[in-house]
């Protein structure tokens, strides 16, 4: 019973996350299928950018609107994923499995082209930036590989 009340007030706490990115467009990856299929074979062209989102404090709270500042570039991702670090665990798990070369991380942005990573922001590369410049590294990737 007092679990089942955790995970409750933990969902109320971490939607607005969630609602930040999905309401700007992306598409929310909660199971290790649905990454699967956003990021192998056909669903693998073009462009994606995943967001592995977080509740972890000031980096949090930079990404999510970096993220989005990102977006009124002219080059821009085909696909925008998001997996949510501690509550979609699995599926964050499986996103991670195509970020090689890279500890996990979060939050974090990784870009791929046809299914292959080009491009990975992580924590430390968040933190202490201005939300401009977590947006230029962004928008020079987007520029380079988009």
Sequence with gaps: MAQDF???QMQMMVQP???ELTRIGFTELT???EVAQALEGEGAKGTALIVVNSVCGCAAGLARPAVAHSLNN?????HLYTVFAGQDKEATAK???YFT???????SFALMKDGELVHMVQRHEIEDRSLE???ANLTSAYDRYC
């Design 133 to 135: 410049e977590i947006s």
């Design 74 to 78: 002219d080059k821009k991702p085909d």
């Design 6 to 8: 955790y995970i409750q």
């Design 31 to 33: 199971t290790p299928e």
């Design 95 to 97: 996103a991670r499995e």
């Design 101 to 107: 070369g890279f500890p996990p991380s979060s939050p």
């Design 17 to 19: 996350m969630r609602d």
